[in-house]
């Protein structure tokens, strides 16, 4: 797997706009940890193990504000559950009938938004059987540099000030939202990007733990049954 | 906030969002890259996407929320302009949006 040309590939991906996008935003995320009072070792493995930013800025401010242990775990559910249709969905893409369930249940430690995104925006050039080890290749390497980035902020934070920390927060969002509206081709997909964000925002009061995933099912399944007679991309 | 407590913080988390992706790859075990289901899993997963974009520039959690919301609306729009003017130039239209972001927390 390491070995292959496909993984090589996915890695060479993975070099560039979707390490910086995801990494400035790594790096920031280990100088909040620092300013927070967490170690070394805790943002590492924090990185290492969840691999999904808003989830690990929601368990740490819920540390933060006194949470119990099942508060952080019900709120990083919540909050990293966009994963799960993701996963569901980038998994048919990826795998072959004969692949091992340990490489399909390895290659989901990687899905991410920054790699989804960019597997899909190539997937249709690469063979079905080089797909998978491409994936491994890219989200690996999105994973091992966000680590080494989280660790890099926790280490540097001193180097840089806390607006220009601000900013590099505020990098990893814009770049989600171009990866989305790159995906405008189809009217499906422009109404479930629209019509999701707005209702996100209009529930956020009422239900703030839920809005997201609320405003995510009700408008990706509105935006398939208004639009099901389109011709898919 | 005992060491002890944030390792197994971190342990809780890490379950809980491997718990989505695991699942995920569960669930997919019969699903078909040409069946209607995928389609409606992929809208679904674009408009969770978007809803999470908008409730970070909305309502964001971590340092993010020091930054005005004027602020962070402002440089939302300079992305999409900067992407659009730049034929979506994804690298100048980040740096426009993030230069710009800085510059309105600034001075506004």
Known sequence: ????????????????????????????????????????????????????????????????????LLNVFLAVLLTNSRLYPMTVNIMPVIRETTTPKWKQYLAAHFVAVTSWFNMFAVHKKIKQEDKLNYFIGLG?????????????????????SHEVLIGLVFINPMYFLIMTISNLKEKKMFFSIFFGATLSILLNNFFPGWSVLIAGIVSGTLGYFIFRKEIND | MTSHFIYLSILVASLGTYFCRAFGVFSARNINADSPIFIWIKCVSIAVISAVIARIIMFPSGILNEAT????????????????????????????????????????
Request: with cysteine.
């Open chain 1, 1 to 68: 797997m390491f070995s292959s040309q496909s993984f090589k590939d996915g890695i060479k991906h993975a070099i560039g706009v979707p390490a910086l996008g995801l990494g400035s935003s790594m790096f920031a995320f280990g100088a909040f940890l620092k300013s927070a009072g967490f170690d070394i070792y805790q943002s590492f493995f924090s990185t290492l193990f969840t691999f999904a930013l808003p989830g690990q800025f929601v368990m740490a401010e819920t540390i933060l504000a006194g949470g119990t």
């Open chain 1, 140 to 160: 690996g390497f999105l994973w091992f540099n966000s680590i080494l980035c989280t660790v890099a902020g926790f280490l540097f934070s001193n180097l840089v």
């Open chain 2, 69 to 108: 919301t004027f602020s962070r609306i402002l440089a939302t729009i300079v992305v999409l302009v900067a992407y659009f003017s730049f034929k979506k130039n994804v690298i100048l239209a980040i740096l426009s949006s993030t230069i710009s972001f800085m510059l309105f927390n600034h001075f506004l």
